[in-house]
């Protein structure tokens, strides 16, 4: 058995920048469908943005590293508030949207769709100012054939009403006409348990059905099945953000299989968070789902909250679950399929996908463990 370390240690091939023309040799090609924005930015850039805008972080801070277990939502939410502390202007978002994309490439991630969250920004800075601040940093660190993001708008549950859901969809699909074709959906996060009604958000979803926008939404991590199938009856989705209850019902499975909706599953953030009673890697219906032909993709959800990557995630499904890393390297492909990327880009992560495969995986000690 191989130790998630030593495996994160080997896998963490990921792309060789060969000159300033931008070529490139692809070895890994990972792609993160589930993941929210201030939650990745890396520990050492929250500690050098506080310093830079003299906020002192509590000291209690970085207590959640010892262990990313959180007994209930509530105090993730906590340490999630105290993360996002040192935020303080519409800079600070480039300047941490770009450290946590230079993460991204370092663990050879060639396509992420990275959850942007309007009602989420802090106090006193425009978040239409943030976004411009956030597509700066996109656009700076996109490689042409290498490296590419885009975002997903999310909705909070409890926080964003009806009538600004709605107007959000109408932004995007104006930044659409103008040519920003950034963000290629919508979502709904926060806490489930406590607001599990998705009727406010159906005018929204539907609004961007006719817009031709993509749609996923966080159901059935904290609730059950009935949560998934609330957001398929009412949201339409093209995906589900977790949906992992989702094993705990036939019809519910039935529904994800008869309406091709895959999963985003985030195995770490599940742990961490004690989801659907989840406490250890093995336990989780990962490997059930994909028995119940159910499509799953993977995201990282919260990567600084939880010590997780789309790395760790990889690492941890092929150390507790009976697949080779040629099965891992499928679930990308499958990811691209169900990625809300336009048709031409996803023509073209095909190829670094098929790219990576021939010189990163084909060459692979990996290749003998199957
Ligand atoms: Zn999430």
Partial sequence: MWGLTKLAAMLATGISFLGPNQQTRLEACRVNLHCHLEALLPPVTITSMAKKNNITLPEDMWKFQQTFFYPSFEHFADAYFKMILPIQNAQDYYDGALAALKRFKEIGTCYSEIKFCPDCIVKGVDWQDAYAEIKRAIEESEVEGAFYTRLILTFVRGLTNETNAVSYVDWIVEQH??????????????????????????????????????????????????????????????????????????????????????????????????????????????????????????????????????LVEEAAIFDNFPLTQKDIWGIYNTSITHSFAPEELKARLYQMWEQAYSQGYKRSKFRTQE
């Fill in 177 to 310: 006409q103008k040519g920003d074709k950034l963000i290629v959906g919508i979502d709904v996060s926060g806490n489930e348990a406590q607001f599990p009604d998705l009727s406010p958000y159906v005018a929204a979803y539907a609004a961007a059905s006719k817009a031709s926008l993509k749609k996923t939404v966080h159901a059935g991590e904290l609730q059950g099945p009935e949560a998934v199938d609330q957001a398929i009856r009412l949201l339409d989705p093209d995906r589900i953000g977790h949906g992992i209850s989702a094993i705990n019902s036939s019809e519910t499975l039935e529904r994800l299989r008869k309406n091709n909706i895959p999963l985003e599953v985030n195995i770490k953030s599940n742990v961490c968070l004690s989801a659907q009673n989840i406490t250890s890697y093995i336990a989780h219906p990962f490997y059930e789902l994909l028995q119940a032909n159910v499509t799953v993709v993977l995201g990282s959800d919260d990567d600084t909250l939880f010590g997780s990557s789309i």
